[in-house]
């Protein structure tokens, strides 16, 4: 197996302070953005909405934006019209977010642009329709289920960690949320059911290094003497697993690029769960580094840590 930055002597705490005006100004802006947007663009999983796909005998890539004005016309709002496939294949979707009781939607759809393209005529291959009521309760679910899965890691990292330790990884995890949510925002990409399934599992995997870098650091509070302090003794840990953290989160995050870029013009749901993966990987591996060490040791600035307590040697 190949190691990586097995002799590095890189001062991760020192550059804390650039780490936090990052993260503060990516939120910050994503805030920004979510309120220019007028919340989040969420799809017709949570809104309710009708799906329509359409394979034309001819392509209509070049056609995408006079097919968004045909159903804009039709009082439907603005529609997402894209390509699925390739983009000589001559198939489209649909997404409007309005819905009816039958498939009146669709059929309004369909007939104005077959008024519009007479010459090239369609085949519907697909349909779908999600009422109101549902979306809501497909939302409530989803935050529920991200709500659920915080506060068992939260659970966890309670009982695995003390105090400072504990409230830092928590931190690091509503960071790298945050972070996901504000990209999601800034490109105004949808927040659908894989989206909120990638949350979820970017919530388990944050959280893994930071836990090995807390590890490797209660592991060597035993070396803390006068000439080492708190910040050496973290950056002293960082190095030591850094080759770990890339050999593991560029694995991973190479199988969920690929995946990326293979469905990226599909329309096909993993484009939006990868999506939401590669954001997640690079967010957490930049938390375990710069962020969740970096809080522990201002805490021990204000509040010195007493090292016989995280090393579970003294009752706290």
């Known amino acids: 197996m190949v190691h990586f930055f097995k002799h590095t002597k890189i001062n991760f705490i020192g550059q804390r302070k650039y780490a936090y005006m990052l993260s503060i100004g990516i939120i910050v802006a994503g805030i920004i953005s979510i309120i220019a947007h007028h919340g989040l663009n969420w799809s017709i999983d949570f809104v309710g ?3 329509i796909q359409l394979k034309f005998q001819k392509p209509v890539e ?7 004005e045909i159903v804009s016309t039709l009082g439907y709002g603005t529609p997402e019209v894209k390509t699925v496939g390739s983009p000589d294949g001559g198939e489209i979707q649909i997404v409007v977010k309005k819905t009816a009781k039958t498939s009146e939607v669709g059929d309004e759809i369909e007939k104005a642009i077959t008024a519009k ?3 090239n005529p ?3 291959q697909k349909r779908d329709l999600v009422g109101p009521k549902i979306g809501g309760e497909l939302r409530y679910n989803a935050f529920l289920a991200v709500g659920l ?3 068992m890691i939260c659970l966890y990292i309670g009982i695995r960690f003390n105090l400072p330790f504990g409230m830092a990884a928590v931190i690091a995890l509503v960071h790298d949320i945050m972070i996901t949510i504000s990209i999601f925002s800034f490109v105004n990409a949808e927040f659908s059911l894989p989206v909120i399934a990638a949350l979820l599992t970017i919530i388990g995997y944050s959280i893994n290094d930071t836990i090995v870098v807390f590890d490797r650091v209660r592991e060597n509070l035993h070396n803390l003497k006068g000439h080492k302090s708190f910040e050496d003794l973290f950056n002293e840990s960082y190095n030591l697993t850094l080759g770990r953290t ?8 190479l199988a969920i690029v690929t995946t990326f870029i293979f469905f990226f013009n599909s329309g096909d749901v993993l484009k939006l769960f990868s999506g939401a993966m590669c954001i997640g990987i690079i967010t957490g591996t930049f938390s375990s580094l710069y962020v969740a060490g970096a809080l522990v040791v201002e805490w021990n600035n204000k509040w010195p840590i007493d090292p016989k307590v995280v090393m579970g040697t003294k009752k706290r």
Not at 62 to 68: A, E, Q, T, Y
Not at 246 to 253: I, P, Q, R, Y
């Open 246 to 253: 890339v050999n593991t989160s560029l694995a991973t995050f």
């Open 62 to 68: 070049n056609d995408r934006s006079k097919i968004s």
């Open 117 to 119: 393209f007479p010459g």
């Open 49 to 51: 909405g009708t799906v």
């Open 149 to 151: 899965a915080f506060i």
């Open 122 to 124: 369609f085949v519907e």
